[in-house]
């Protein structure tokens, strides 16, 4: 067979999500396993969706509303920004794939810290534009770094703020002044998956800087904080002319019925999200706690996720972990070949994986 495939895809490393727990059950001959690896809520999705989302299933012969309109009306009572500024996406991956294909094609340059969230690269590369990388410094998204490496070439980058894989932040002020510093004409995305857990008061908040002028996009999703990650929505708030773009190339009906049900019915779940920062917080001071006493480093983190400096092979002692029955992530392809990124879990859930890491690195 002959394939004629273009560079800038063969350039791209496929993703690779954690893999199910019932493959590495089956892989590795265990049971009972536990996972910590996609940042996924320990507690399940909110009841509330799982009960709306029950009652819409006899309706699954129709198409979805396709333009998400109660869903954005409601986003935009909540955010306080006109619901024409609202786009949902099958997951904010898909926004984000939206954003590389409107708005790159080839020549063009993309900034991104390095290392982030993997799927920054994969869209821009897909657009035939140019990934340009600016390394973290002490963990943490350099700002002026990335202005540094603003060029003519420059047509969008990418924020992650909290930031993935580090759990560090953007404040407030840094990020003021870095918006005061970039070109107008310049597409500044800011990825806030995990702005729910935050902590820090000094956290930027992207939205407080929305207007219909600036070329700025806040991406927000329902995956972690609204325990809805298999079910695929996220939205993004941007300027409408930016919307308008989009929604020219955005599939009609991209967001499914029981996404938008389930978003819709978790939104007014405020006890579950109540809950979701009660446990992630608790359970993240908790597991720092475990880790002094263990004396093994860790950077803590705003988000529900933070990365543990195990100071040997990370992939070894991924390996290790697994047969333990626990599922972390290695940092090794994000450029950390001793770290591993683990996410909050249950509250047994964390004392296992205490355990199990204590025996590994201690043999206690
Ligand atoms: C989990 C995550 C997302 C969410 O992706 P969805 O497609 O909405 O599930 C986005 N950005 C980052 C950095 C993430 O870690």
Redesign the pocket.
Known sequence: MVLSVPKNILSIQPYSPGKPIEELEREYGISDSIKLA??ENPLGPSPKAVEAIQEVVTKLNRYPDGSAYYLRQKLSQILNVPPESIIL????????GMLAAAFLQTGAEVILPHS??L?YDIVVRSAGATPVYVPLKSLTIDLQGIFERISSKTRMLFL?NP???TGTIISKKDFEEFLNRVPPEMIVVV????IEFAREKICAKSLQYFNNIRNLVT??????AYGL?GI???YGIMPEEITGILNRIRQPFNVNTLAQIGAMAALDDDGFLKKTLEITHHGLDSLYDSLDTLGIKYFPSQ?NFFLIDVQKNADQVFEQLLQEGVIVRSMTSYGFPEYIRVNVGLPEENVRFIKALGKILYKV
């Open positions: 996609s940042n996406g099958n997951g904010s991956d898909e926004i984000i982030s969230f799927m992650t930031h993935n894989p990825d806030e998956a995990y991406l927000r999703t329902f995956s972690k990650a695929r929505i996220g988000t």
